[in-house]
């Protein structure tokens, strides 16, 4: 093993100036030897101790090489099985592998922990989509070295640690990272119900003041901790009811942390929900469009006046041969015309309309070439499991390759599998192998509407090129909550070849991807 130690500066923190470097297994700091330096006061929250001996900060952790070890303490704020999270001053970093099965490794210490545990790491530091994670896999095995144990001996008298009180957003913010907070004031911006099973993520939306605060209660969460969790607090949140939260605060880009339920969350409703007479109600398109093509899908949204009203509304369209509206509010273009899409209030009288024409969709059906389960399976209406074996299928004409592609009802699902399945790492994609029969002018990718769209930045990305062995306009699409059409234009102006990859570890669902071309 690499035992290389590196200086690092001096680093300030609280009141102390200390030193880290990597950390080897065999100088581990244990329980005796790493309690007088972190402190025993009960009243000093675990997240703002001091680094212990040894210790590295996780700054230092992402900023170091790869192959060398560290220890790092922090709270686990995400935990997917085998693959956790961990959070502690204003940062987070992956540690992947923790598996404890007897089967598979006879490193006992490797076990990712609960939600809002405070643990100690020690692992390697390896690379995974260009960011510096911990692991406890190396070289094809688990690593006999690597460790995640909970810091008992911070808590010497076993007291709980209590959360934090928060009343205001900016206590939210990426700094207090990791810690076990009580969230004061959050009032529900809709009406939602904590199932029994999670196939998901759940998210919950909150305002806390003028600002929006995220819950999530992570599909991973033990299935025994989530039924504890719903037993112990309301199963049904409700729109305008004020309520107090215990969760975990995440790390996130945007600055702001998410709060995520642990074990030892609650929720408490500490006002009843309260609505004003809505008085107007506004519709607006996305991207402020004002046509839809046929057989296209164009997303509104309405939002109800005064933002203390119930913003539930209805929809309805003038002319369902024209275009149809969703519950959701997602219209489809079915024929030419003008149609006029109504969202009405609780209060009948208090409606909000927009008009919308439907544009003839006059590209040529030669012009086109549509991938859907039909055409690249050879079957639709079934659910069918991804296929990490490539394969082919031509699809007018133009032979496509495939791999880890699957079907749900009529549409596709690709993804991108985690460090720890199997294949490791690997992402669905799809691409032509043979020239289409001129060059592409766009592609348009239909996510589903059923599955919930959330925001997710470089969530896929399209490749396009004048040869199959030369895509060299790499192209990244974010997607934006509940929006589900994405068009992507390729650069240049003769590219005949396109390869779409899912780039992050969740599902996508497409209802179609349909390539135009010039």
């Known amino acids: 093993?690499?035992?290389?130690?590196?200086?690092?500066?001096?680093?300030?923190?609280?009141?102390?100036?200390?030193?880290?470097?990597?950390?080897?297994?065999?100088?581990?700091?244990?329980?005796?030897?790493?309690?007088?330096?972190?402190?025993?006061?009960?009243?000093?929250?675990?997240?703002?101790?001091?680094?212990?001996?040894?210790?590295?900060?996780?700054?230092?952790?992402?900023?170091?090489?790869?192959?060398?070890?560290?220890?790092?303490?922090?709270?686990?704020?995400?935990?997917?099985?085998?693959?956790?999270?961990?959070?502690?001053?204003?940062?987070?970093?992956?540690?992947?592998?923790?598996?404890?099965?007897?089967?598979?490794?006879?490193?006992?210490?490797?076990?990712?922990?609960?939600?809002?545990t405070y643990v100690e790491v020690t692992a390697q530091t390896s690379e995974y989509s260009g960011s510096i994670q911990l692991t406890a896999y190396v070289n094809s095995a688990y690593d006999p070295d690597a460790k995640c144990g909970v810091v008992d001996e911070s808590r010497p008298n076993g007291e709980t640690i209590a959360p934090v009180a928060v009343t205001e957003f900016a206590g939210l913010a990426n700094a207090n990272a990791g810690k076990l907070v009580k969230v004061s004031g959050l009032v529900a911006k809709g009406d939602y119900t904590i199932a029994e099973t999670l196939s998901s993520n759940f998210d919950m939306k909150f305002a806390l003041g003028t600002d929006e605060v995220s819950v999530r209660i992570e599909k991973y969460l033990p299935a025994d901790v989530l039924t504890t969790l719903r037993s112990n607090n309301p199963t049904t949140i409700e729109q305008a009811a004020t309520y107090e939260v215990v969760g975990v605060l995440a790390a996130a880009s945007s600055g702001t942390c998410r709060l995520v339920i642990g074990d030892s969350s609650t929720w408490t409703k500490t006002a009843e929900a309260h609505f004003d007479d809505p008085t107007a109600v506004t519709v607006t398109a996305a991207e402020g469009a004002t046509s839809v093509k046929e057989g296209s899908t164009l997303q509104l949204t309405a939002a109800v006046t005064p933002a203390t009203a119930k913003q539930t509304v209805t929809w309805e369209t003038s002319a369902a041969d024209v275009a149809t509206v969703s519950a959701n509010g997602l219209v489809t273009g079915v024929k030419a015309g003008t149609v006029t899409i109504t969202a009405k209030s609780v209060k009948a009288d208090v409606v909000g309309t927009i008009e919308l024409t439907v544009v003839a969709d006059t590209t040529p059906a030669a012009s086109k070439v549509t991938i859907d389960p039909a055409t690249l399976l050879g079957y639709s209406g079934t659910d069918i499991k991804y296929s990490w074996e490539a394969a082919t299928k031509e699809v007018n004409g133009v032979t496509f390759s495939y791999l880890g592609v699957g079907s749900f009802g009529n549409g596709l699902q690709m993804k991108k599998t985690k460090n720890s399945d199997t294949p490791a790492n690997t992402s669905s994609n799809i691409h032509n192998t043979t020239a289409f029969a001129s060059p592409i002018d766009h592609i348009e990718l239909t996510l589903n509407s059923g599955k919930r769209v959330y925001s997710n930045t470089d969530f896929f990305g399209v490749n396009f090129g004048e040869a199959a062995d030369s895509l060299t306009d790499t192209q990244t699409v974010s997607t934006v909550a509940d929006t589900t059409g994405y068009t992507v234009t390729p650069k240049g102006a003769n590219a005949t070849y396109f390869e779409l990859n899912i780039l992050l570890t969740y599902t996508a669902y497409f209802d179609s991807i349909v390539v135009v071309l010039k």
């Not at 996780?58 to 303490?73: C, L, N, P, S």
């Open 1 to 116: 093993m690499n035992k290389k130690f590196i200086l690092l500066p001096l680093v300030t923190v609280g009141l102390l100036v200390v030193g880290c470097a990597p950390k080897s297994p065999s100088s581990s700091s244990s329980s005796s030897s790493s309690s007088s330096s972190s402190s025993s006061s009960a009243e000093q929250n675990l997240w703002e101790m001091d680094l212990v001996d040894g210790e590295s900060s996780i700054a230092q952790v992402k900023a170091g090489t790869v192959g060398e070890y560290y220890t790092v303490r922090g709270t686990v704020v995400w935990n997917s099985g085998s693959t956790f999270a961990l959070s502690r001053g204003g940062d987070f970093i992956y540690c992947y592998n923790f598996n404890e099965d007897p089967a598979k490794t006879s490193n006992a210490d490797l076990k990712a922990h609960a939600l809002g």
